[in-house]
């Protein structure tokens, strides 16, 4: 049977903050900057999910691309 690759990309946010209890929040600020902000600091991110495998003679697919962002958001995005 034919083999191919399919390829899905699908976008998260997180954020973060950087802060060490130790020390003064002025030492923080200087320290780690934007990344201490008390309110977080975020990032935006796209993570590209590839499969390999048969070509489903029925349907044309290795697999569905909305099988593929489910599996993404269920098995990791929902951890993220």
Not at 7 to 17: E, P, Q, S
Not at 21 to 49: A, I
Not at 61 to 73: M, P, S, T
Request: aromatic letters at 8%; charged letters at 25%.
């Amino acid at each position: 049977m034919p083999r191919a690759s399919v390829t899905r990309k699908v976008h998260f946010n997180a954020a973060h903050r950087v802060h060490n209890p130790k020390y003064s929040d002025q030492w923080n600020q200087e320290m780690f900057g934007e990344c201490n902000n008390p309110n977080y600091h975020g990032h935006n991110y796209e993570l590209e999910l590839t499969v390999e495998g048969e070509i489903d003679p029925e349907t044309g697919y290795v697999l569905d691309l909305n099988q593929l962002k489910r599996i993404a958001e269920e098995r990791l995005l929902r951890h993220l």
